[in-house]
Antibody
Framework: QAQLTQSGAEVKKPGASVKLSCKAS????????LHWVRQAPGQRLEWLGW????????KYSQQFQGRVSITRDTSSNTLHMDMSDLTSEDTALYYC??????????????WGTGAMVTVSS | DIVMTQSPATLSVSPGEGATLSCRAS??????VAWYLQKPGQPPRLLIY???TRATGIPARFSGSGSGTEFTLTISSLQSEDFAVYYC?????????FGGGTKVEI
């Protein structure tokens, strides 16, 4: 079945960058768009952006534009997310997720295992 | 950005009883709403999409309704595995936005 397996937890200092990875299996990687969504402790889910795995086209939430970069490696079916200039407000559980085109845009039908990012001095 | 407001924040229900969860959008989003269930320590799981279509493998006790700005998730008879946090999500326009969640507790 479709699975998204994420890299492990990260601890970073303020101002640093982090790169997260997400390996897809069990489905045709280039047939889907893939998203990154985060969840700070006790907070709602927050969408960061997505990538079209077939052509590499990306779209980001305006809140994260310029600070987040999503890429993919079709040879290894792996998704990456780079986030720069980290602050304590970026402390959260980060999910990769598979998007399905609904009647308008995308809902999510498969979620990754999650990777905790802690930003602390 | 669209704001998705869920109510109530917490719902206390006995097993076997029904539950009705609400989600309101700050502007019309047609039927472009999904519902997810999240248990502690787990990622969310898709329940409903296009406001009323159950995802693969989701039991018939879960149903969704609504259009425009008002949406409802109904659980007809709560089972032990249904006690969790439920989120709605709009996908009518960018950015994708989630509601704040409703915790369904025993």
């Amino acid at each position: 079945q479709a699975q998204l397996t994420q890299s492990g937890a990260e601890v970073k200092k303020p101002g640093a960058s982090v790169k997260l990875s997400c390996k897809a299996s069990g489905f045709a990687f280039t047939s889907y768009v893939l998203h990154w969504v985060r969840q700070a402790p006790g907070q709602r889910l927050e969408w960061l952006g997505w990538i079209n795995s077939a052509n590499g086209h990306t779209k980001y939430s305006q809140q994260f534009q310029g600070r987040v970069s999503i890429t993919r490696d079709t040879s290894s079916n792996t998704l990456h997310m780079d986030m720069s200039d980290l602050t304590s407000e970026d402390t959260a559980l980060y999910y990769c997720a598979r998007g399905v085109l609904g009647a308008s845009l995308y809902y999510i039908d498969v979620w990754g295992t999650g990777a905790m990012v802690t930003v602390s001095s | 950005d669209i704001v998705m407001t869920q109510s109530p924040a917490t719902l206390s229900v006995s097993p076997g009883e029904g539950a009705t969860l609400s989600c309101r959008a700050s502007q019309s989003i047609s039927t472009h709403v999904a519902w997810y269930l999240q248990k502690p320590g787990q990622p969310p799981r898709l329940l409903i999409y296009d406001a009323s279509t159950r995802a693969t493998g989701i039991p018939a006790r879960f149903s969704g309704s609504g259009s425009g700005t008002e949406f409802t998730l109904t659980i007809s008879s709560l089972q032990s595995e249904d006690f969790a946090v439920y989120y709605c999500q709009q996908y009518n326009i960018w950015p994708l936005i989630f509601g704040g969640g409703t915790k369904v507790e025993i």
